[in-house]
């Protein structure tokens, strides 16, 4: 008895090993619960100063999109020039590129550059008296 239970083990055994540690679930391309990082053209602003964001404290970088107000994550206000010159983000409301995601209530971008400005647009803006 011993015998054929032996035999029937080592007969067997290569169909059991060959499922070893095989990954038998099918591979998903479904990446749904990952945001997709995608490039858009949105107005970028200081939260505090262009936007008024409530909660938020000092110059730091936002996008609005859709109508709504997001935090920028991964790029900072002054990567885009001083947030503080004439045509810094502070002052004035830029349109530009972004790259990444919403996730939440913020955008957590990869890149970020800023559209040329039109030099009528701030003709005459000073920077000096600026506050916040």
């Known amino acids: 008895m011993k015998a054929l239970l032996a035999m029937c083990l080592v007969a067997c055994a290569p169909f059991w090993l060959s499922g070893c540690g095989a990954n ?11 945001p997709h990082a995608q490039a858009m053209e949105v107005d970028f602003g200081c939260a505090t100063c262009i936007y008024g964001m409530e909660g938020v404290t000092g110059c730091v970088l936002a996008v609005e999109i859709e109508g709504e107000y997001h935090l920028v994550d991964g790029v ?47 003709e005459g803006d000073d920077a000096s008296d600026h506050q916040h």
């Open 24 to 34: 038998t679930a099918p591979e998903s391309n479904d990446e749904s619960s990952e």
């Open 76 to 122: 900072d206000i002054d990567d885009l020039g001083n947030a503080h010159a004439a045509d810094g983000l502070c002052l004035v409301e830029r349109q530009g590129t972004i790259t990444g995601a919403i996730e939440g209530d913020r955008f957590v971008a990869t890149s970020a550059s800023l559209l040329p400005l039109n030099p009528e647009h701030h």
